[in-house]
């Protein structure tokens, strides 16, 4: 392939464009709905008088999401994926308007559920057909569209969603998803075709779907209870379930996830323990570190949000500059990744406990640079490694399991600052000592991301072509 064939340029040329915008378009409502919350819905549970429920407006966007993205690469096979993305879309554009003229609370949490629900279904999607619509040169690009597509949403979903929320009310945060997702679901009938059916695709799993649902709820409530020991009985409670349901997959007759799933012995399981303990442990700095900037830097919501965004930033900038290098090279970026992130962990640790802002922005560029280089070929290695009639399933996973990550390290990272003394740190000396340990525990955790990456590198450095 030609360096114009495989160039930026290509997956926004006449061929490739339509299915370019399409799927970074599927990502950005993931993305922006994701970011929306911090905004937005401080003011809407006021006006609802359910300030006390404030947290699980994104606990149920994100349990929903999991289960969505756990079971998409069936609804895929047995719809195919044009009639899927459709009827997920719908699903989320119901969810949408619900939350937007919601009354209630409840009301607002079942619109905020069925959002996760079908969106996370979409991402999965947009997902598997990345390695279908283009070519495998090009899947690196595409990855790094997307990335610039959450560094986007880092910063215009709070600010736009906060500009509606002030001139025209936290309502209009939600409906403005109404035409984006009329927008994507038009993209989606000229653009994705309507693939295999499965001709025997067997029952819907819903027990394991709810099962993991149950899991994800769990170590969410982990993270908000007071109580230590309530709260490590509910993470504990989780990864039984969890394993219970991952172990009973391998021999179910319509399964979830690919063969080999988070064994480390195979490539593809390998590759998902990357997925997964990577947000793991970034999940901390993006909870407490805007937090520990206002209240130790004494910084406003607005300058604080900036340098919380300066991870993003980097991300995508980096994805962008690494995008197209040798393929002899992509197995030593996916080890640097994890390297970097335990890096830019401890320095931020490190930052925090010296009351040091430059070693703070140092650290962000360093985190974002651990997705920024390896999250790309980790996928695409992840894709590319699926045994046959697999990919679909492995592929869907991808953002699944990286939702996961980040529900269940933002549960244990609360549950360390707790532990710690957060809610007792009135001081800034006081919460800076919290931070410290909390940041350098998640340090510790995105350890075992560098032997799983070791793992994987060993086993795949041939696949890339």
Do not use: H
């Not at 989320?92 to 969106?119: D, H, K, N, T, Y």
């Not at 988070?262 to 793991?280: K, N």
């Amino acid at each position: 392939m030609s360096d114009s064939a495989s160039g930026w340029a290509a997956i926004v040329s006449r061929r490739y464009l339509g299915a370019t915008v399409t799927l970074c378009l599927g990502v950005a409502l993931l993305a922006f709905n994701g970011f929306l919350v911090s905004t937005a819905m401080p003011t809407a549970v006021v006006e609802l008088d359910g300030v006390e429920l404030l947290s699980w407006a994104t606990t149920v966007f994100l349990v929903f999401a999991i289960m969505g993205g756990a079971g998409a690469a069936l609804l895929k096979a047995r719809l195919g994926a044009r009639t899927a993305l459709i009827a997920a879309a719908s699903v989320f554009l119901v969810g949408s308007l619900l939350a937007a003229i919601a009354g209630s609370m409840p009301e607002l949490l079942f619109g905020r559920a069925l959002q996760g629900l079908g969106e996370g279904i979409v991402a999965a999607i947009c997902y598997a057909l990345i390695p279908e619509l283009f070519p495998s040169v090009l899947v690196p690009k595409v990855f790094g569209a997307e990335s610039v597509v959450w560094a986007l949403a880092a910063f215009g979903g709070p600010v736009l969603s906060g500009v509606l929320t002030e001139t025209l009310s936290w309502r209009a945060a939600f409906a403005v998803n109404l035409p984006l997702g009329a927008i994507f679901m038009a993209l989606v009938l000229f653009i994705v075709p309507v693939g295999q059916r499965d001709s025997a695709p067997g029952p819907l799993p819903i027990v394991r779907l709810l099962l993991i649902g149950g899991a994800i709820m769990a170590v969410s409530l982990g993270g908000v209870l007071n109580s230590a020991w309530l709260a490590g009985v509910c993470l504990v409670s989780a990864a039984v379930t969890l394993v219970a349901v991952i172990r009973r997959d391998e021999a179910a007759a319509t399964p979830l996830f690919p063969t080999q799933a988070f064994r480390l012995s195979d490539t593809v399981g390998a590759g998902l323990w990357v997925i997964l303990l990577m947000p793991l442990a970034q999940a901390g700095s993006a909870v407490f570190l805007v937090y520990g900037l206002q209240n130790i830097f004494g910084y406003g919501a607005t300058l604080a949000g900036l340098v919380g965004a300066l991870m993003s930033v980097a991300w995508s900038t980096i994805a962008i500059g690494v995008a197209g290098v040798p393929a002899r090279i992509r197995p030593r970026l996916i080890r640097l990744g994890p390297v970097l992130l335990v890096a830019g962990l401890a320095l931020l640790a490190l930052a925090i406990g010296l009351s040091n802002m430059a070693l703070v922005l140092v650290s962000q560029v360093l985190i974002g640079a651990a997705y920024g280089t390896s999250w790309a070929y980790t996928s695409q290695t992840i894709m590319e490694a699926a045994r046959p009639g697999e990919r679909d399933r492995a592929s869907a996973l991808l953002p699944t399991i990286q939702s996961a990550g980040y529900g269940i390290g933002a549960a244990l990272a609360g549950l360390i600052a707790n532990g710690v003394g957060i809610g007792a740190a009135t001081t800034p000396a006081a919460l800076s000592a919290v931070l410290v340990v909390t940041f350098g525990l998640c340090a510790a955790l995105s350890v075992p991301a560098i032997f799983a990456a070791i793992t994987m590198t060993r086993r795949s450095a041939q696949r890339f072509t």
